[in-house]
């Protein structure tokens, strides 16, 4: 597990906020991604977990470029994304695909399964009439859906069968990484196993790497690898999932997985919580310095003017805090 | 639960049988004008998405004077007054100058907050939460989640939360009711509900859920089928679609919820650990 798959280098994020009707100015930017550098290993999950607005799903939609990066690298299976163009950019981008959130807004409801499921088949000429029918069977099989199903519409499915129509979409195109964006968030609590154990399934079987983008700390500490945390457009920890949670090195991190109930009473009543004070700040004037430090407990005068590094504080485990 | 203050209109929401007793009335056949009352005073109720409280056009300073001068009979500087304490004590900082802000301008957690505090404004003695956490990242829940303990200690008022959180809940309630498709099916002390799960649906739920806490590399337990849709009436169990343990009677009959031990009540026709009919 120690091949690079993707290398994401101090990648840059802005989003320009316009004013004016005729003339449209630049007044300021939203600071979505703000230098984050990390690498994914082949046949890994890594999981990106944060608050929401931090930046979760920018880092994602830039990797797979989406969004085109204001600046950074993204180096994936060798090559760098943001150099590439056209027919170049559309081979390399056939090996990541995507799964979302809200598995109905991203179905299109007119379209049937088989064709939501062969339309990147026969969009990148892989396959097109029975030949993409029996592969469209074939992904139905693979996500736990029954191939009779091909004719129907988005609609007539439920929640947890509609994401697995997104993922045998995803799947369609024999991608190496995956890029799960909150894909259980939506789901009833009931059904998100079944979601959750099907991902892990396929990347059994097929080898696949996932970036894991969630919210839930602990179905994030159940499904990935190493975890990185994000705060206000920085990643602020990075580690081995043990590392991670047993002895998480950043305030935030410490306050984050202090922050997450315990489906236990008997452990709940003898928990001590972190609790911060006050709310994220805005992305279009983040603080100087560290990011953290209008709600860190440990916040220092050198916090206000330094950005802390991101530095490597034993083997695989990194922290941005001038404290630790 | 929302038809408990009547917060469903009557139609076409409907309460088709019961009684909802609060301190020896029955709500459900109080006239409107004494639901009302009960509501604004003696019980509060907080929601999921705070807007929904508020009227947005009016400042959250005049949302909050206005019933403390119209129930509690208060002044405007009396009012003004515990308005600003009121603010402070649900952790707003600048709270007087806060008061003269419409909803818009707070933040989502302090919209929570604030509205808390409107909910606290007539020292009601039971409180509906309604999932009030569920859209705030969790830092924030846990401040939002201390505050209300912090209050339900110091005012002694009741809470009635509704959540599909079996995490948060474990560190707030002493006693929980699991609901499926309208009906609840368990209920027990907090402790003894974790520790002693008896419904098939409430045991399933909590070996679907991953801990903080542990590497355990067991394999999630998923629940077949799908969510219940509350349009069919069931002639049966409820859960009787998604149940490993289901037989015959299940389809016919509606279990009854009963208890099977001091303080836990099931609805449930079989004991999962036999396997057997135990009614
Ligand atoms: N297309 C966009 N245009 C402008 N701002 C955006 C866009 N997408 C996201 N943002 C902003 O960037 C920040 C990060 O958003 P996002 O990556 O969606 O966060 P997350 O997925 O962690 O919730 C937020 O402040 C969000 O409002
Ligand atoms: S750098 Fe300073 S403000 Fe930032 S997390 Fe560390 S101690 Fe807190
Ligand atoms: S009554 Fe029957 S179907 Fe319902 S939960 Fe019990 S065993 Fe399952
Ligand atoms: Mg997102």
Redesign the pocket.
């Not at chain 1, 929401?52 to 880092?59: I, L, N, R």
């Given at each position: 597990m120690s091949e690079v798959l993707l290398q994401v280098q101090n990648l840059v994020k802005y989003?320009p906020i316009k004013r004016g009707i005729i003339f449209k100015r630049e007044v300021g930017r939203?600071h979505?991604?703000d230098d984050v550098t990390f690498d994914i290993y082949r046949g890994e999950t890594l999981g990106l977990v944060?608050e929401?607005?931090?930046?979760?799903?920018?880092?994602g939609r830039t990797i797979l470029q989406l969004y085109r990066p204001s600046s950074g690298r993204i180096v994936f299976d060798g090559d760098n994304l943001v150099d590439l163009q056209g027919e170049a950019l559309r081979l390399k981008r056939r090996r990541m695909q995507m799964i979302f959130q809200d598995p109905y807004a991203s179905l299109n409801p007119r379209m049937t399964v088989g064709e939501i499921i062969s339309e990147p088949l026969i969009v990148h000429g892989i396959a097109k009439g029975q030949k993409a029918e029996a592969e469209v069977m074939r992904l139905l099989g693979l996500v736990g859906l029954n191939p009779a199903f091909i004719n129907r519409f988005p609609h007539e499915f439920s929640g947890g069968q509609r994401q697995r129509i997104g993922i045998a979409r995803a799947l369609a195109l024999n991608p190496s990484l995956v890029v799960c964006d909150e894909p259980i968030s939506a789901l009833d609590v009931s059904i998100q196993a079944q979601v959750v154990n099907l991902l892990g399934d396929l990347q059994t079987q097929l080898g696949l790497t996932y970036l894991f983008?969630a919210h839930d700390l602990s179905m994030v500490r159940y499904i990935c690898t190493r975890v990185a945390v994000?705060y206000l457009?920085v990643i602020v920890e990075l580690g081995n999932r043990e590392d991670l949670y047993e002895t998480p090195l950043h305030p935030y991190t410490q306050a984050l997985i202090s922050a997450v109930p315990i489906p236990d009473p008997v452990k709940e009543e003898q928990r001590q919580r972190i609790l911060l004070s006050g709310d994220v700040p805005s992305?279009i004037n983040p603080p100087t310095g560290c990011r953290f430090r209008t709600r860190c407990p440990l916040a220092a005068d050198v916090c206000a003017e330094q950005r802390p590094e991101f530095r490597e504080m034993k083997l695989g485990h990194w922290v941005a805090c001038h404290k630790v | 639960m929302m038809s408990m203050i009547r917060l469903i209109p009557m139609p076409p929401g409907k309460i088709t049988a019961g009684t909802a007793m609060f301190k020896g009335r029955d709500l459900l056949t109080l006239s409107d004008d004494e639901i009302r009352d009960v509501r604004g005073a003696e019980i509060a109720m907080i929601y999921q998405e705070p807007m929904t409280a508020f009227n947005p056009v009016l400042t959250v300073g005049r949302q909050l004077i206005e019933p403390l001068e119209i129930h509690l009979g208060m002044n405007r500087r009396q009012a003004q007054q515990r308005a600003e304490e009121l603010l402070g004590m649900v952790g707003i900082p600048n709270a007087r100058e806060r008061l003269n802000d419409y909803p818009h301008q707070f933040s989502g957690g302090m919209r929570q907050r604030a509205m808390i505090a409107m909910a606290l404004v007539c020292g009601p003695q039971l409180l509906i939460a309604d999932e009030p956490t569920t859209a705030l990242d969790v830092t924030i829940q846990a401040q939002i989640v201390d505050l209300v303990k912090r209050l339900r200690e110091e005012l002694g008022m009741a809470i009635i939360w509704i959540t599909h959180d079996l995490g948060l809940i474990a560190g707030l309630a002493h006693r929980i009711s699991v609901m499926y498709a309208g009906y609840v099916i368990e209920q027990a002390p907090i402790k003894e509900l974790y520790a002693y799960p008896f419904h098939p649906y409430t045991i399933s739920l909590l070996n679907s859920l991953p801990y903080l806490d542990s590497n355990r590399q067991r394999r999630l337990e998923s629940i077949d089928g799908l969510p219940p849709i509350l349009l069919d009436k069931p002639t049966g169990c409820a859960f009787a679609p998604r149940c490993k343990y289901v037989r015959e009677r299940c389809w016919k009959e509606i279990p009854p919820l009963i208890p099977i031990d001091i303080n836990h009540h099931v609805a449930c026709w079989i004991d999962p650990r036999s396997g057997k009919e135990h009614l």
């Open positions: 989003f939203v979505a991604v944060g929401s607005g931090c930046g979760k799903s920018t880092t983008i994000m457009g992305p | -």
